[in-house]
């Protein structure tokens, strides 16, 4: 059993930027994809952006440009750099991990869930 545990978000005012952590236990490895979700208030959860075990990135449309997904390995942790937010990305965070190779931004490809981190941006 995995564990996720997000950390970093708050609020801010459009066009600022925010660092989303997660930290997993025990420790994975490189034989996991990562990604993060977001959820807002009456809204189904969508992938925003997510990393292969293979390095491969990919990104909702948008957020391209705006927000970097990384992960350090030796710290088991997984990041989410978002610039020039805007007041529609507001919503909770969610990181994701399953073992896999590729990329993936349907939720039914994940398997552990961390309870989230709020991010709010106001206009």
Do not use: H
């Not at 959860?45 to 997904?69: C, H, L, M, P, Q």
């Amino acid at each position: 059993q995995v564990q996720l545990v997000e950390s970093g978000g708050g609020s801010v005012q459009s066009g600022g930027s925010l660092r989303l952590s997660c930290a997993a236990s025990p420790y994975t490895g490189s034989n996991y994809r990562w990604a993060w979700f977001r959820q807002a208030p009456t809204k189904e959860r969508e992938g925003v952006a997510s990393i292969g075990n293979n390095g491969a990135t990919i990104y909702a449309d948008s957020v391209k440009g705006r927000f970097t997904i990384s992960q350090d390995n030796a710290k088991n942790t997984l990041y989410l750099q978002m610039n020039n937010l805007k007041p529609e990305d507001t919503a909770m965070y969610y990181c994701a991990a399953r073992f896999g190779w590729w990329p993936r931004l349907d939720p039914g490809d994940y398997s552990y869930w961390g309870q989230g981190t709020q991010v709010t941006v106001a206009s």
